[in-house]
């Protein structure tokens, strides 16, 4: 491969990396802060997390298929359509993120006791929820912008804007927790806050591009519409995957309190270490869109190949680093040794599992970036079903405690080896490499 094609690859995937790694910075500030509040705090922000985070990432379509749309009109050349498409896609995301909101309020004690989780749990998870709610419209505006600026082949803009944003919610969350004496709710409103000074920074951003080429601002019913019907596929896929999150942790609140707070913090730590693969994913949905609208096939099969590689041994060092410090992490998140020995014994799955995820985050990000949305809802269906039964044998076989929170996480590890054998599949073929400034 061309080296100017790595540097490509680089120059796109290290601010996202590390735009992608303070993202969730945002849950392990509040996961750190509110450990120490008590066990059933944490807990409580466990099954709350779980809610909040499906409730914004069903609509990562917003930052996937965003990306895809514009990252293609910018390879034929054709940035006025392609920032109308991103203003579109922030308005989208505006409004569903007001429904949300109100759906979240409404009903967020009834939606925690799904989960099966102790009286004590679910009050705690039912204030921090119905305050993070109001945040929710922001987070997906951020998620829209940020798949404009992608697509602009821009990940430094989304890089600045989530340090900065992580910074400013770890000193409020710790501020209004612990010495104004706020307790879980103040982790919520410094979420809640530092992610409105994300959005507002990021739609500037986008706005001003967008007045510079003279794209309307307007709510444009159209194109909302168009932005709404395209992503369907993906929230499928989406939504499918956030199934298989959301049964893993309903699985873990049946093995008891302290199994499900370690299972917080460790799933914490997966979406971490995700988030941090997923900087390929990011410079695979860019490149390819690009590229495919460029009408370049070569350029797409040769950064995927790179990235595939780059993928694993990126895995690979994260396995050893979480190998190295599982016994260490769980210091930083509770005082409860039960919980601390459950979360370490949980960590060692999740660290074996980081070469085979890597695989999946890239193929996955390169499949969204060439528009083959249409058959990732389709596949990630499949891998749902696939996980069913062996949670299914799970549950049968009564295992509880430590061990059955072991054993959770390694059938989570095989939905991850079948989902990258799937993508893997998928990329060798030629169905998914259609060329032009739309798909």
Not at 26 to 44: E, Y
């Amino acid at each position: 491969m061309p080296t100017d094609h790595r540097r490509e690859i680089l120059r796109l995937a290290v601010p996202a990396f590390l735009a992608l790694v303070a993202e969730p910075l945002f849950l392990l500030a509040d996961s750190a802060i509110v450990g120490h509040l008590g066990t059933s705090s944490l807990a409580g922000l466990g099954v709350a997390s779980g809610v909040l985070l499906t409730a914004a990432n069903i609509f990562v379509f917003l930052a996937y298929g965003t990306t895809a749309v514009v990252a293609r009109r910018t390879g034929a050349h054709d940035e006025k359509g392609a920032l109308a498409a991103g203003i579109d896609g922030m308005w989208l995301a505006l409004l569903l993120g007001l429904g949300a909101t109100a759906v979240l309020v409404a009903f967020a004690e009834p939606l925690l006791r799904v989960f099966g989780a102790s009286d004590a749990a679910v009050a705690e998870g039912a204030i921090y929820l119905a305050i993070s709610a109001f945040g929710i419209p922001a987070m997906l505006v951020v998620l829209a912008a940020m798949g404009v600026l992608r697509g602009l082949q821009d990940t430094r803009t989304p890089m600045v804007a989530a340090i900065a944003g992580f910074t400013a919610n770890a000193i409020l969350s710790f501020v209004l927790v612990h010495p104004v004496g706020m307790g879980i709710a103040g982790a919520a409103w410094g979420t809640v806050i530092a992610q409105t000074g994300m959005a507002l920074a990021l739609g500037a951003v986008v706005v001003r591009g967008a007045r510079r080429l003279r794209v309307p601002l307007k709510l444009h019913g159209q194109g909302v519409l168009k932005a709404a019907s395209g992503g369907v596929p993906l929230l499928v896929r989406t939504l499918a995957l956030r199934a298989v999150l959301l049964l893993t942790t309903w699985v873990a609140a049946g093995l008891g309190e302290p199994q499900l707070a370690a299972h917080q913090v460790a799933l914490t730590v997966w979406s971490s270490l995700a988030f941090a693969l997923d900087a390929l994913a990011i410079a695979g949905q860019a490149i390819t869109g690009k590229a495919l609208g460029a009408n370049d096939v070569p350029a797409v099969r040769a950064a995927t190949s790179t990235m595939v590689r780059w993928g694993v041994w990126f895995g690979v060092i994260l396995t050893v680093v979480i190998v190295a410090l599982h016994r260490v992490i769980p210091l930083g998140f509770s005082t409860d040794p039960e919980v601390r020995a459950a979360l370490a014994a949980a960590l060692l799955i999740v660290a074996a599992g980081q070469p085979v995820a890597g695989i999946a985050f890239v193929l996955d990000g390169v499949l969204i970036g060439a528009g083959d949305a249409r058959w990732l809802a389709f596949a990630q269906t499949g891998f749902l079903l696939a996980y069913l039964p062996m949670v299914w044998l799970l549950q049968a076989s009564g295992v509880t405690g430590t061990s059955g929170l072991v054993w959770l996480w390694v059938a989570f590890g095989l939905f991850m080896a079948i989902r990258a054998a799937g993508l893997h599949w998928r990329a060798r073929g030629d169905e998914w490499l259609v060329t032009g400034s739309s798909r």
